[in-house]
């Protein structure tokens, strides 16, 4: 009964391990990362004196340029986003580190983030 029991322990225990991150997602420091320059990006978009149409394919220009800058492909990115969608909670320390950043960012902007266009 003690070995029935023991065995019943460790494949649950391994079970249960199986929540680490699957091959080709980005890690949530690199999700952190990309996130900053994606959403400053958008910002910087968005203010542009350009019609919408306009706005989108620079944006979409520029996000390009980001995945090239991170070593990131937009599926490796999609696919990542899919994963942490799934766990709301990773997803919200995500964001919050995003959010934090970008504050240290505004009331700092000569830390280098900054792009010129």
Same mark, same amino acid.
């Given at each position: ?31 952190? &990362? ?7 990006? &958008? ?10 149409? %306009? ?7 520029? &996000? ?15 696919? %990542?986003?899919?994963?942490?969608? &799934? ?13 934090? %950043?970008?504050?240290?960012?505004? %009331? ?10």
């Amino acid at each position: 009964m003690r070995y029935l029991l023991g065995v019943l322990l460790l494949v649950f225990g391994i079970s249960c391990d199986r929540q680490s991150q699957p091959e080709g997602v980005l890690s949530e420091g690199q999700m952190v &990362e990309v996130l900053i320059d994606i959403q400053l990006t &958008e910002g910087k978009v968005s203010a542009l004196p350009v019609s919408y149409d %306009s706005s989108q394919v620079l944006y979409n220009l520029l &996000e390009k340029e980001i995945f090239i800058n991170h070593g990131v492909s937009d599926s490796v990115f999609t696919q %990542s986003m899919l994963y942490y969608l &799934e766990d709301a909670g990773k997803m919200d320390q995500i964001y919050a580190r995003v959010i934090d %950043s970008l504050v240290v960012l505004e %009331s700092n902007p000569s830390t280098g983030k900054e792009e010129n266009f």
